[in-house]
């Protein structure tokens, strides 16, 4: 053998190599890009799902003197609310579900009415905490579709607190004694 014939099988080897490497860059390449892909569509599906909730609520509360509260029949009537006399959006568009391309899942209440919307993918969630308190069940979630986005007057009320009371004082501005400007200087 001459040494010719010994550098063709390393020049193999080493091109053999090379793409074993690259195709494990490749593959690595990837399995991030698609991670950061549906991060990017668990956030977006995050933001949408809480217009929907807002949206429904906004429906909910807006009604006019002597209608009682009701949800909407149809997603549609975030758009244009029929009991309005004049146009009135609760929703600027109709979003996509970001996960699945396609319709929201509805959440409908004994009566058949909207009261929330939810994703239809069986895909699980990357994040798992730092929800507040609203979304706090999101955390246990084995799949997206167990994200919930449900308008519930009760838990509103709750979070908005008591109504102020008419003869409450009114909140006095930042000054000497206020928890903004202690009456005292600190001192160092």
């Known amino acids: 053998m001459t040494p010719l014939n ?9 091109a053999l190599f090379m793409v074993v490497a690259v195709g494990l860059g490749a593959g690595v390449a990837g399995t991030t890009w698609q991670t ?7 956030e977006e599906l995050y933001y949408r799902g809480d217009q929907y909730r807002r949206a429904i609520g906004s429906y909910f509360q807006g ?3 002597g209608r009682t ?9 975030l758009l244009k609310d029929p009991r309005a006399l004049h146009k009135v959006r609760h929703l600027r568009k109709l979003y996509t579900d970001p996960m699945t391309g396609k319709e929201w899942e509805t959440i409908r209440d004994a009566t058949g009415k909207i009261i929330g919307v939810c994703s239809g993918s069986d895909k699980a969630p990357f994040k798992k905490e730092g929800f507040p ?13 167990d994200w919930r ?9 709750k979070e908005s ?3 102020a009371s008419p003869t409450a004082p009114a909140a006095s501005p930042p000054g000497p004694g206020s928890r903004f400007m202690p009456a005292v200087p600190e001192k160092r």
């Open 69 to 77: 509260n009701t949800f909407p029949s149809r997603l549609e009537d």
């Open 133 to 145: 308190d609203r979304y706090r069940d999101f955390a246990a979630a084995k799949s997206y579709a």
């Open 63 to 65: 009604n006019d003197v």
């Open 161 to 163: 607190g008591p109504p």
């Open 149 to 157: 986005f449900i308008y519930t007057p009760e838990a509103e009320r």
């Open 6 to 14: 010994n550098q063709n099988g390393a020049t193999l080897l080493v």
């Open 36 to 42: 950061i892909s549906q991060r990017a569509k668990e």
